[in-house]
């Protein structure tokens, strides 16, 4: 019913910046929350950003806050994220997720949670 692809990720120095982005296509709900995830080689599935598209509200990590900014995600439009001052430690595929009804706050930073996910795109950063 829904279908992610992302795209954006590559090769940056640390201290660059890279604009990841998730093309959204097939049919879904005004309610949809959508977030990014990161999965480095041997660690679990991580919480980056969220976005509720309806209300407005952002949520982000501790370990990226006020580098990475999130935004779109609107029924059939792209959702971005925009990551600023990368570190090395910022190195993993990262995935956008989708689901089709409005996850609590509680719910929200849980990868199980989400329905929909994106084929993964790969972000490395060099020291």
């Known amino acids: 019913q829904v279908q992610l692809v992302e795209s954006g990720g590559g090769l940056v120095q640390a201290g660059g910046s890279l604009r990841l982005s998730c093309a959204i296509s097939?049919?879904?709900?005004?309610?949809?929350?959508m977030g990014w995830f990161r999965q480095a080689p041997g660690k679990e599935r991580e919480f980056v950003a969220a976005?509720?598209?309806?209300?407005?509200?952002?949520y982000y990590a501790d370990s990226v806050k006020g580098r990475f900014t999130i935004s779109g995600g609107n029924a059939k439009n792209g959702m971005y994220l925009q990551m600023n001052s990368l570190k090395p430690e910022d190195t993993a595929v990262y995935y956008c997720?989708?689901?089709?009804?409005?996850?609590?706050?509680?719910?929200?930073?849980?990868?199980?949670?989400?329905?929909?996910w994106g084929q993964g795109t790969q972000v490395t950063v060099s020291s």
């Open positions: 097939g049919r879904t709900y005004s309610a949809t929350v």
């Open positions: 976005i509720k598209p309806s209300a407005g509200s952002t």
């Open positions: 997720a989708a689901d089709l009804v409005s996850l609590s706050d509680t719910y929200i930073y849980r990868a199980d949670k989400y329905d929909y």
